[in-house]
């Protein structure tokens, strides 16, 4: 079961034995620090086991404390919690940890929202603008810089035929030589050169735009799925980033888990341990074995003060 948040927290932290009698001075008084409250109160908003901040001096602080003083701290505490929870430290934490939880970027909404919107046509278009802006770009140049060129693209050539067989081999020896003869035009004919180039030049680029067609088609399915994925994260994190909905969900838990403690339940001793003597009760969760030990009076003015902080964000809606 999912550990209830704050209010839990407000009498796990503050506790049914770690209960103070000077509210103003409750932290203080527990042998604690305001940064050791927040990391609680933070920590079991963002996660599913309670964080407490309990050590030996808190807790034979606390047992000091005197019947009729316990629910003036938990109140007390409650109030620091809630005026942390309440603060823009605490929503600027909780939102940075939820785009953390869910992976969620500004840049990574664009892209996704981009690819969802980019159909195969899109794509094709795109594509063909980059091949266009080459192609435009290699007639412009002259024919001692595409000679300069030609010299990389036969050793390249070279080293694609050493690892060919096949039919893919016979391609590339017939490219090669290719490549070779208009090297050799170059030196003799700079302007026919050229010419012959960039029409070889041309010829290769639609070539590998066909080649590259099946692997663009698989290239927009990935990124379309990928941003489905990222979608569904950023649903995710929307319903989780109103953190009034949140404080509210993990409060009422509190109070219904609260409402369902029998403190008259009877114990009977078992060895060095004491059990309940009803058998239900021996299954109970640790939380609700938890605030039965804690006792009555903080435990309901825990729960009171959960019901009047619902309320409250009721009221904001």
Do not use: C
Not at 23 to 51: C, K, M, W, Y
Not at 113 to 121: H, L, V
Not at 139 to 156: G, H, N, V, Y
């Amino acid at each position: 079961m999912r550990k209830n948040f704050l209010a839990i927290a407000l009498v796990t932290v503050a506790g049914g034995w770690w209960m103070a009698a000077r509210p103003g001075d409750i932290v203080t008084d527990l042998g604690l620090t305001t940064e050791q409250v927040r990391e609680a109160a933070f920590d079991n908003i963002t996660s599913d086991h309670l964080s407490l901040p309990y050590t030996s001096t808190v807790r034979q602080l606390a047992k000091k404390i005197p019947d009729g003083s316990r629910a003036a701290a938990v109140n007390a505490l409650g109030a620091v919690v809630r005026s942390y929870a309440s603060s823009t430290d605490f929503r600027t934490r909780y939102q940075d940890w939820l785009k953390d939880k869910y992976r969620i970027s500004d840049e990574q909404t664009r892209e996704a929202a981009q690819a969802q919107s980019t159909s195969i046509s899109d794509a094709q278009s795109m594509y063909n603008q980059q091949v266009a802006m080459i192609q435009s770009t290699y007639s412009q140049m002259p024919p001692a810089t595409l000679a300069m060129m030609i010299q990389s693209q036969i050793e390249m050539t070279q080293q694609d035929l050493a690892d060919a067989d096949g039919a893919e081999k016979t391609a590339k020896t017939k490219d090669l030589a290719e490549l070779k003869r208009l090297q050799a035009l170059s030196k003799t004919n700079p302007a026919e050169f050229k010419k012959q180039y960039v029409v070889h030049f041309n010829k290769m680029l639609s070539q590998q735009a066909a080649a590259d067609q099946d692997k663009m088609e698989e290239d927009l399915a990935q990124s379309k799925q990928k941003a489905a994925d990222y979608q569904k994260r950023l649903a995710e994190y929307k319903a989780a980033s109103n953190l009034n909905t949140v404080l509210k969900q993990h409060l009422k838990e509190f109070i219904a888990l609260t409402g369902s403690i029998d403190f008259d339940a009877q114990l009977t001793r078992n060895g060095s341990k004491m059990e309940f003597v009803k058998p239900e009760y021996r299954n109970k969760s640790s939380n609700w074995k938890l605030l039965f030990r804690m006792g009555k009076e903080p435990v309901l003015a825990a729960r009171s003060f959960a019901q009047n902080w619902v309320t409250d964000l009721e009221n904001k809606k």
